[in-house]
């Protein structure tokens, strides 16, 4: 049985793979999280034909779940949306992305921060074979054991079993050596480097003109691939291509690459055509900050001066202009920069791409309906999207969103301040980001700001993230039918969430679902 370990963090998946009957697991590049990391997995799933998935699940010293345990069952309940044939195990770790580093500081070769992850994931998935083998070896001794008692009469042909053994863990190791051989050659020229903006000039990041000229197949490709130093193996990268892309061809053409693209990146590259580098893509996902976009901004190329002029612009003369009813004129652009995955030309300027986010947040307003919905509910335009930003943040899915968003209202309507602890955090990320001052949850809860709405009543001074669209919506159409009379609301430890009228109750939910998650530092 073939396997794939995952080590599931927040930014990256480390990825690794193993068959059963070898029991040796293997790094792979990691995937990065962008909002298409579910496509990604299952695309090497398919390629490897693999429905069976191995998942760190973290513990605390004591041995307990924690939040980040809880992050990974529900990454995994995704995964199992987007494989519904996914087979999903579980494999207990502590601090294996530490061990991970010290073994590749070991190795003393150079490695970037995707290569830690991997590692983790590949010790996570041996653990987890180990375990496997382990339990297999018991079972297998206890019957041998059943069997001499039984008295049988063994016939004298163990010589020839023990040679047939020999050959086979021979292959067997031939075998897994083969795919390590493999997998590294997979690995990018230079494996130490996450090729920033600012390292465009770096040998490592600089690009490099790369030609196919038209009849050339993928051995001749291949071979010009490592005369120029792009890949590892010419031989590797051909077997590859042909396990990978059955079908496909790679267009003629120039193509901008460097050393620190691995082979599946580049092949990707050829097959996909992208020779024109003057185009790229930014994602922004819902939830995010203005200081998320300004790091993605940031990542792909705009310096720091261009991103400030464009984001302290006055865009109220533009035709979406009227998205900024109710917006005081020195608020910033907190919760306009609408999530969705978008292509610039290079030349486009900062200006371009945030006049972009705003009219496709307008478009979204525009479609739905919103404004009018939103004052149905006695709030502009502004209050609207502040509410919706905070109910994007508490809750996990549309269900939610409008059952979040009612009780919100019933507490408006009751004269009951908002209490949203995740407002709270907005405001301490915004005076202490590093806790140095706000040490404990105590000092955290009573920190004076406007968007403290545990202590202020009423909406918070402004959105804290970008409300996507299905927040948005259900925050303009709120579930009064299941939630008319709740007043409280939680997310328990097992990922649900928990609703409540009296603050008996919300305490009683407290004490059923949520022991660790109600406790986190915010």
């Not at 590049?29 to 990604?40: I, L, P, R």
């Not at 021979?170 to 990018?188: D, E, M």
């Not at 309507?413 to 140095?436: H, I, K």
Request: with cysteine.
């Amino acid at each position: 049985m073939k396997l794939i370990g995952l080590d599931v963090g927040t930014k990256r998946i480390g990825v690794a793979k193993a068959d059963s009957n070898v029991r040796v697991a293997v790094p792979y590049s990691a995937v990065e999280v962008d909002g298409n990391e579910f496509d990604k997995i299952a695309s090497l799933a398919r390629a490897w034909d693999i429905n069976c998935f191995v998942l760190g699940l973290p513990r605390n010293n004591s041995g307990e779940e924690t939040k980040q345990s809880q992050a990974v069952r529900q990454f995994a309940a995704e995964l199992k949306t987007a494989i519904p044939d996914a087979k999903i195990c579980f494999q207990d770790e502590s601090l294996t992305s530490v061990e991970a580093e010290k073994r590749l500081k070991k190795r003393k070769k150079s490695y970037k921060k995707g290569d830690i992850d991997s590692e983790a994931a590949t010790i996570i998935l041996q653990d987890f074979l180990e375990q496997h083998a382990s339990s297999k070896s018991i079972s297998k001794a206890t019957a041998a054991k059943r069997h001499s008692v039984k008295g049988a009469k063994q016939p004298r042909t163990h010589h020839l079993a023990t040679a047939l053994v020999v050959i086979l863990l021979t292959l067997a190791l031939g075998c897994g050596a083969g795919y390590v051989f493999f997998v590294y050659n997979l690995q990018p020229v230079f494996t130490d480097v996450d090729c920033e903006p600012e390292d465009a000039e770096t040998e490592p990041c600089k690009f490099i003109t790369f030609k196919v000229t038209e009849g050339e197949g993928v051995s001749d490709i291949a071979l010009n691939l490592k005369d120029a130093g792009l890949i590892r193996n010419s031989v590797v990268f051909q077997l590859y291509f042909r396990l990978s892309f059955s079908g496909s061809t790679i267009k003629s053409g120039e193509y901008q690459l460097n050393r620190a693209m691995s082979t599946e990146e580049i092949a990707k590259i050829l097959v996909g055509g992208t020779i024109d580098t003057n185009v790229f893509s930014l994602t922004v996902l819902p939830g995010s900050t203005e200081a998320d976009v300004k790091q993605a901004l940031l990542k792909v190329g705009y310096t720091e001066d261009q991103i400030m002029v464009a984001l302290d612009q006055d865009y109220s003369d533009q035709d979406f202009g009227w998205l900024f009813e109710g917006k005081p004129a020195e608020a910033s652009l907190e919760g306009y920069l609408f999530g969705e995955t978008y292509e610039f030309y290079r030349s486009d300027d900062a200006e371009t791409v945030v006049k972009r986010m705003l009219s496709e947040m307008a478009k979204a307003v525009e479609e739905n309906g919103l404004k009018d919905k939103f004052a149905e509910h006695g709030l502009n335009l502004y209050q609207g999207i502040t509410l919706a930003s905070i109910v994007q943040k508490e809750a996990n899915n549309a269900t939610d969103y409008a059952r979040v968003a009612q009780v919100f209202y019933n507490r408006l309507a009751a004269n009951m301040t908002l209490g949203s602890d995740v407002t709270t955090q907005y405001a301490l990320n915004l005076v202490d980001p590093n806790r140095e001052t706000y040490k404990d949850n105590a000092a955290a809860l009573g920190v004076d700001s406007p968007y403290n709405t545990r202590k202020y009543p009423g909406l918070p001074y402004g959105p804290i993230s970008n409300p996507g669209v299905e927040a948005l919506v259900a925050t303009a159409n709120p579930d009064n039918e299941f939630a008319h009379e709740y007043l409280f609301f939680l997310t328990g430890d097992d990922g649900l969430m928990y609703y409540s009228a009296t603050e008996e109750g919300h305490r009683q939910n407290v004490t059923d679902h949520c022991q660790n998650l109600c406790s986190v530092a915010l």
